[in-house]
């Protein structure tokens, strides 16, 4: 590469540190669109302040004690691995889809704290309110524990919001017994008056 070159591209990096998130964003799908680079989210990770991260109201994974001083210690050791996944809310505000237990984490640890300059690794997704919920789900689904409470909870914000129990297994990765088993545990036949019930029912 000419050396002339090489220096216009790094002097124009280090003017980055003068400009929004959203507009190193912007600047980085540009850059990864010339260079035909992956188009997957991962391949736009932003470093954004910790605390212009939101918690979703909508997580129903658990850790347990032993196991969140194991994720402690693994960011410690070996640093971060993976992005957190945020929805954009408005200018320099996320809405945290996946990576709870990691931001609390670094929010608690002075030496995580200091050592990522304040801020984490994010990748963006631009989804309504209903596809966050599903994809907070689908990412913790398979790590973790589900609290029946929370994951019925979120069940029937999805119904409510006109999804159907097939809509809701598939997205969700559940069967149909389990959809309605949830709908009724929080009480609302409301939820469940349109489900097809085997004669065993009546």
């Known amino acids: 590469m000419n050396q002339s070159i090489k220096q216009d591209i790094l002097n124009i990096l280090r003017e980055t540190n003068a400009i929004s998130v959203e507009k190193k964003a912007a600047l980085m799908y540009e850059v990864i669109n010339a260079f035909d680079l992956y188009k997957e989210p991962v391949s736009k990770v932003l470093w954004v302040p910790i605390n212009a991260i939101s918690p979703n109201s909508y997580n129903p994974n658990k850790m347990a004690i032993p196991e969140k001083r194991l994720l402690?210690?693994?960011?410690?050791?070996?640093?971060?691995?993976?992005?957190?996944?945020?929805?954009?809310?408005?200018?320099q505000s996320y809405i945290l889809i996946d990576g709870y237990h990691r931001l609390s984490l670094i929010k608690k640890d002075k030496e995580l704290r200091e050592r990522l300059n304040h801020k984490v690794p994010v990748v963006t997704l631009d989804l309504p309110n209903s596809e966050?919920?599903?994809a907070t789900i689908r990412h913790n689904r398979a790590r973790?524990?589900?609290q029946i409470e929370e994951i019925?909870?979120?069940?029937?914000?999805?119904?409510?919001d006109g999804w159907t129990s097939a809509r809701i297994m598939e997205a969700l990765g559940m069967d149909a017994d389990e959809v309605l088993r949830l709908k009724q545990f929080k009480g609302?036949?409301?939820?469940?008056?349109?489900?097809?019930?085997?004669?065993?029912?009546?």
């Open 188 to 202: 609302l036949g409301e939820l469940y008056k349109d489900e097809d019930y085997s004669s065993s029912w009546k």
């Open 144 to 146: 973790g524990r589900h």
């Open 72 to 91: 402690l210690r693994s960011m410690l050791d070996h640093g971060i691995t993976q992005p957190l996944v945020v929805c954009a809310e408005k200018e």
């Open 152 to 160: 019925s909870e979120v069940v029937k914000t999805l119904a409510s």
């Open 132 to 134: 966050r919920i599903v």
